[in-house]
């Protein structure tokens, strides 16, 4: 049984660009979180979506941001217009039902660098 | 808002030894808490989820404890080896249906031979 893929695992764009990144959940799973990490800093909650409805964006800029999670394919976080900030990790979760008691599987994140 | 501490950015302990890991929350009343582990270059990977009606928790040699009194987790490694050097997360969470989790920073394990 596949654990949460993302890819790619390491992605390079320039100031102005589009970042896409990809997370497919795990098999059965059908709830999806998005996370941001700095370096020093925790995990940072961005977005949560189950298929094809973003439940809860409040982590997510307002700006340039956008997340979606088809009836087919992965779900794809979507930077627009790059900058220098938006450089981190960025981790996708699954869990196959909704609720805070449900443990989360996370993928080894897409590692983002903004030249 | 919401407020996470863990304790210490490292922690360092001889090998054999049990490892006490603090996680204080503030301004918040969660129903569970969740403790992920985190290697370098590695997404986190769930160990342990306590309820608020249960005091501890075990599993091999993993405890968890749960005092919505003092608003404190501690996460205990007992007999600890190299292998349990990592970063380990604590996710304070609420009622249920109220995703998302909110993460500590995490404490920094470092079991020396």
């Known amino acids: 049984n596949a654990g949460v893929m993302q890819n790619p695992r390491h992605l390079v764009r320039r100031r102005g660009q589009e970042a896409r990144l990809r997370c497919s959940p795990m098999k059965g799973h059908s709830h999806v979180y998005w996370y941001r990490q700095l370096p020093e800093e925790g995990l940072k909650f961005m977005v949560y979506?189950?298929?094809?409805?973003?439940?809860?964006e409040s982590g997510m800029p307002k700006e340039r941001f956008s997340a979606e999670f088809p009836k087919e394919g992965p779900s794809i976080l979507r930077i627009q217009q790059v900058v220098r900030g938006d450089s981190a990790a960025y981790f996708c979760?699954?869990?196959?039902?909704?609720?805070?008691?449900?443990?989360?599987?996370f993928g080894d994140g897409t590692r983002l660098s903004i030249l | 808002s919401q407020k996470i501490e863990q304790n210490s950015e490292a922690l360092n302990i001889q090998e054999g030894k049990t490892a006490t890991l603090t996680c204080n929350y503030t301004?918040?009343?969660?129903?569970?808490l969740q403790w992920y582990r985190q290697d370098p270059g590695r997404g986190p990977v769930f160990l342990l989820l306590i309820r608020e009606n249960e005091k501890e928790k075990r599993k091999e040699r993993l405890k968890v404890t749960f005092d919505t009194t003092l608003k404190q987790s501690l996460f205990h490694i007992t007999a600890s080896q190299p292998a349990d050097s990592a970063t380990y997360l604590c996710?304070?969470?609420?009622?249920?249906?109220?995703?998302?989790?909110?993460f500590g920073k995490g404490t920094r394990l470092s079991v020396i031979a």
């Open positions: 301004n918040y009343s969660p129903a569970y």
């Open positions: 979760a699954s869990s196959p039902a909704r609720g805070s008691n449900q443990p989360q599987h």
């Open positions: 996710a304070p969470s609420g009622a249920p249906g109220n995703t998302p989790l909110v």
């Open positions: 979506l189950q298929k094809e409805n973003i439940i809860d």
